[in-house]
């Protein structure tokens, strides 16, 4: 059985911010895109990068080792080198706390 877990107030992610998350041990991406949070998984599926540290360019996060380009509503691959999607998690504000589904 899956379930939210809460990883942040809302207050700690502003528009346009990416920050990174453990999330049972697996560290997870959050984008705040025009208010609404995406949550994807934070290792980039090139070389293994840390998304969080990458660019933020509206629904794009650019990876910051080699430029592999993901969509953070769907973790799609939107331009290489990398070739795997990255994983996607759903996310909620819950009163004032950021909650990923495990």
């Known amino acids: 059985m899956t379930e939210f877990v809460t990883v942040a107030k809302a207050s700690d992610l502003a528009e346009g911010e990416l920050r990174r ?4 041990g697996t560290p997870v991406a959050v984008a705040n895109v025009g208010g609404a949070l995406y949550a994807f998984g934070n290792t980039c599926t090139h070389q293994g990068c840390s998304l969080a540290q990458g660019e933020l360019d509206g ?24 070739r795997e999607p990255v994983a996607s998690y759903a996310v909620r504000v819950e009163g004032k706390g950021v909650q990923i589904r495990t």
Request: charged content about 15%.
């Open 59 to 82: 629904t794009t996060v650019t990876c910051p080792c080699h430029g592999s380009r993901f969509d953070v509503t769907t973790g799609a691959v939107v331009r290489g080198p990398a």
């Open 21 to 24: 998350f453990d999330l049972a």
